[in-house]
C-alpha cells in the first residue's frame, strides 16, 4: 500500500528531537526514516537522497555530534536527539569556512554530494583541527562524488583547517 493509499488517518508517532539547535515536534509514521522526515515532514530538503542503501553517504547527518547515514536510522530512534543538518552549518555571518572553501575551491560542483561532505567534515575537524591528507582520504572515504574527483574535496577541507588555525593563532596573539 502506498503512502498515499494509506490516507491521512495511517498511524502518526510524535516525537521531538533538536534540529540545528532548536526543538523541534514532528508527527510522522513508524516506518519512516530520519532521511524522510527531514526532507518532507520537516522540508530540510539540504539532505540528499541517494542510494538509500548505507552506500553513497550523500545523506549523511550529525546525530548527537557523530555521522549516519540518515537513510539507515529511523525517525523513532531520535527522539530527544540533536540533529545537525546542512541548514544548520551557516551563521549569522554567512556561510561557514568550510562552505566558503568549497565554493572557493570548486569542491561542490553538481552540489549533491556536498552535504554530506561538509558534514563528515566538520566532525573531522571538531576531533582532529589538521588532519593529514591520508587521514582526510580515509575519513572521507564513505562519502561518493561523481564530480570532483576528490582532490578539491580534500584541499577544501584543509583550506578551511589551516584557516582556523590561523584565526586561533591570532586570537592566542590578542588575548596574550
Ligand atoms: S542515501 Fe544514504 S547512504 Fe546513500
Ligand atoms: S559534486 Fe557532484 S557528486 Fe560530488
Given at each position: 500500500?502506498?503512502?498515499?493509499?494509506?490516507?491521512?488517518?495511517?498511524?502518526?508517532?510524535?516525537?521531538?528531537?533538536?534540529?540545528?539547535?532548536?526543538?523541534?515536534t514532528v508527527a510522522f509514521r513508524p516506518h519512516r526514516t530520519l532521511l524522510e522526515v527531514l526532507r518532507e515532514d520537516l522540508g530540510l530538503t539540504g539532505t540528499k537522497h541517494g542510494c538509500e542503501l548505507g552506500e553513497c553517504g550523500t545523506c549523511t547527518v550529525l546525530l548527537d555530534g557523530e555521522p549516519v547515514l540518515s537513510c539507515l536510522v529511523l525517525g523513532l530512534e531520535c527522539e530527544g536527539r540533536e540533529i545537525r543538518t546542512v541548514e544548520g552549518l551557516a551563521g549569522p555571518e554567512g556561510p561557514s569556512d568550510l562552505q566558503?572553501?568549497?565554493?572557493?575551491?570548486?569542491?561542490?560542483?553538481?552540489?549533491?554530494c556536498t552535504p554530506?561532505?561538509?558534514?563528515?567534515?566538520?566532525?573531522?575537524?571538531?576531533?582532529e583541527p589538521r588532519p593529514t591528507?591520508?587521514?582526510?582520504?580515509?575519513?572521507?572515504?564513505?562519502?561518493?562524488?561523481?564530480?570532483?574527483?576528490?582532490?578539491?574535496?580534500?584541499?577544501?577541507?584543509?583550506?578551511a583547517a589551516q584557516r582556523r588555525a590561523e584565526g586561533a593563532a591570532a586570537e592566542g596573539r590578542h588575548g596574550g
Open positions: 500500500m502506498s503512502e498515499q493509499a494509506a490516507g491521512p488517518t495511517a498511524r502518526r508517532v510524535q516525537a521531538t528531537w533538536r534540529v540545528n539547535g532548536e526543538s523541534v566558503r572553501a568549497f565554493a572557493e575551491l570548486g569542491a561542490a560542483q553538481c552540489g549533491y554530506g561532505f561538509l558534514l563528515v567534515a566538520e566532525h573531522v575537524l571538531a576531533r591528507r591520508a587521514q582526510l582520504v580515509e575519513e572521507l572515504s564513505g562519502n561518493l562524488c561523481r564530480c570532483t574527483g576528490y582532490l578539491k574535496i580534500y584541499e577544501a577541507v584543509e583550506r
